[in-house]
């Protein structure tokens, strides 16, 4: 027990506030708090347990792994029924790729919880993804199925999962992005000026505004293009609002 | 609700006993009959629901696969505390191997259960391992994670999984093959012999009995190799009970 007191205590040095923003993440409270401790511990911590196995998060990533995985293939059996095996297979890949694992720990802000000797900033993208899939392994061991199924469809699958989008059925994300305006009677600008800058080509600029706030910018060959592209960029950023009003 | 009785009824002509058959081999009494009648259902039947999906074991074996990981992940993490990702992943693979799936699916006999216009000896081996994978996916879908881990548990980590075999700890099979025989009070004979056949090297048979009952036979080029191959194979025959004295 001596080594987790003196993790806890070094870390509440550094961040008196680890539980407190690691619940507000969760929305429960955990019970096996060195689970999590372990889930946001680097490597290069060097720490080690008495029977001299590493205390880091990477065994847990491959639990969260395999969590992941099965849920939302159990998820994507129920919503996709006229998929076969190899188009559910390729669907899961898209959820639960490395991109967008990155993308979900970075909103979460999993990195400031982090214990590592290296500085944060020499990490690259992917440890996001990493803290991600380590706290839905500690989530499990901790809680249970039930519960890091709830945690996964609350941070990943209700907000982000849209299986339209997932399918390529989105033609326009402009139409798509202005019928959400429309419905929720927010008001939208599309700014779009010539911009080639140093380019050979004519380029365009644009900047897309939600209730007069720039929410994306793109730049591209064509006006079309590049209004697309921001407002894709826009889909992406408020897609928990736009699934949730479709 | 028509289809499905409509199979029921063709599957009941062709044998009375699915559900008999299948209730001991679950362990317990299955809730939604249509989730392992899809199970043990092949393609070749080409049926389709009111929708127009495809009824067949297929994409239950991308959720079964999927549970099978997820619960064979936890456990090794637990069992492991050693072990880094790369290991841990590397032991799953071989817990879920296509060839231990078909064995155990074989095992259990799944494929009587089958019901498919391609006659049953024209499949490959690994009719085996699907219908096993499907009817994991089945049990999860019908019953919930807690009872799917159990019946993972139940049917390949309970008899087959045995960490030290994985960890290739194991250096003579023929020593734990005797051990078990004297442990348990059976007799055993090595019964080897030249065997050499058309060979040009001079080869060793051995048969080997346990309890006067020929359990396993190989050939080598040695007897003592021809004596470990054949424990082996007779320690994978007997694994569940020797894993369970040991």
Known sequence: MKFIRNILNSRSDKDGNFFLQLR????????????????????????????????????LEFVGDAMLGAVVAAYLFDQVPHGD??????????????????????????????????????????????????LVGAIYLDKGYTICEK????????????IETLEGKVISYKSLLIEWCQKEK??????????????????FSVKLSVNDKVVAKARATSKKKAEEKASKRAFFAFQKQMTNTR
Request: glycine residues 6%; charged residues 25%.
């Open 151 to 162: 945690f996964i469809y609350t941070r990943i699958i209700n907000p982000h999962v849209d």
């Open 186 to 203: 927010h008001t939208f600008d599309y700014n779009v000026y010539e911009d080639t800058g140093k380019n050979e080509l004519t380029h």
């Open 85 to 134: 095996e190899g188009y559910l297979t390729k669907m899961r890949s898209k959820v639960v790729s490395r991109e967008h694992l990155n993308e979900l720990g970075k909103n979460l802000g999993l990195v400031d919880l982090l214990q590592s000797r290296i500085p944060i900033a020499n990490f690259g993208s992917n440890i996001h993804g990493n803290l991600f899939e380590a």
């Open 24 to 59: 507000t993440i969760l929305g429960f409270k955990p019970n096996s708090k060195s689970l999590y401790i372990k889930a946001f511990t680097h490597r290069s911590m060097n720490i080690k347990d008495e029977k001299g196995n590493a205390i880091n998060y990477e065994r």
